[in-house]
Nanobody, 114 residues
């Protein structure tokens, strides 16, 4: 069992930046990690992912603005979010996957508003 704890969310103005962190309770070296988000009334969607060897992928809507990274020594995954837009407002969830095992964090709220 892996517990994931997100932090770093908050209220930011359009054009601003936030960095989300996700700390795992166990070694994440062999896990693919990702960030998802869910806006009110919408389905949860993938935002960014990073494999255990460091290959990244992004949703088209965040390419060039968001960067996912990982620090295996700290069992932590980050999501740097720049040039934030009101459409980025959502609860952001951390996700860990290894084979058939999948784990979710409790989520952190990101609100982009002036």
């Amino acid at each position: 069992q892996v517990q994931l704890v997100e932090s770093g969310g908050g209220l930011v103005q359009p054009g601003g930046s936030l960095r989300l962190s996700c700390v795992a309770s166990a070694n994440i070296n062999i896990y693919s990690m990702g960030w998802y988000r869910q806006a009110p009334g919408k389905q949860r969607e993938s935002v960014a992912g990073i494999t255990f060897v460091g290959v990244t992928n992004y949703a088209d809507s965040v390419k060039g603005r968001f960067t996912i990274s990982r620090d295996n020594a700290k069992n932590t995954v980050y999501l740097q979010m720049n040039s934030l837009k009101p459409d980025d407002t959502a609860v952001y969830y951390c996700h860990a996957r290894q084979s058939l095992y999948r784990y979710w964090g409790q989520g952190t709220q990101v609100t982009v508003s002036s």
